[in-house]
């Protein structure tokens, strides 16, 4: 995905093997834990190309299609952090972030040409995102591996309700277990009352409990 200067070129062969594309579906990214205060620059750099810049580039190229045959839709898999920063994932949160800037201001551009934008916010969910997410050093992987006991959304589960969200063409779907999307709500309706029960949560470690299951997750020295 990275490699951006063979994205035509890769476009260029769907076309010509399937004669169009209806829909792009982008789901490139990996997840980070580490201390914000001393993730090496690189890392954000690594992260936004992977996370934001590779899925802008392959997106534009498919806008163009879009505008000249009159129509598609692009679904892009951002997070439950791309609404609410979470702690010790910085520089992924905030690629998730720059994922909703870029499609939402595309969106509203697009509205008068049948272009459909779904963005799709998963919660925990059973993959291989703690194996191989950043850390605060380059080349740098946490390699923990989920365990059967872990509170995490099953990746059918995951599967189907982004399905669900992509057929009906929403334009943002919140999909995870309790209590992640209702933090979702709380922050969109009530920012302020969220803010005062994520710090009540965050500084009592309960919030990494949560989200992985686990305190372990960040490097140790």
Known sequence: MTEISVHQ???DKVIKEFGKLDILVSNAGRAQ?????????EVDRQIFDLNVFSVVNLNRIVVNY????????????????????????????????AIHGYFDSLRNEVRQNNIHITLL???????????????????????VKMTGNDRRMTTERCAYLSSVAIAN???????????????I??????PYLTSKLIGF??????FVKLRDSRDDTLKKD
Do not use: M
Not at 201 to 206: E, K, Q, S
């Open 33 to 41: 834990r580490a201390n914000w205060h001393e993730i090496d620059l």
């Open 201 to 206: 949560l965050a500084n009592r470690n309960v």
């Open 121 to 143: 916010c998963p919660g925990p969910t059973f993959s291989s995102p703690l194996a191989t997410c950043f850390s605060d050093q380059p080349g740098y992987t946490l390699e």
């Open 185 to 190: 709500y709380l922050h969109t309706y009530l």
């Open 66 to 97: 879009f505008l000249e045959v009159g129509g598609g839709h692009l679904a892009v898999t951002s997070s439950t952090v791309g609404k609410i920063g979470a702690p010790y994932s910085g520089s992924y949160a905030a690629s998730k972030h």
């Open 169 to 183: 063409k929403l334009e943002e779907s919140w999909i995870g277990i309790f209590p992640f999307v209702s933090l």
């Open 9 to 11: 070129e890769a476009f």
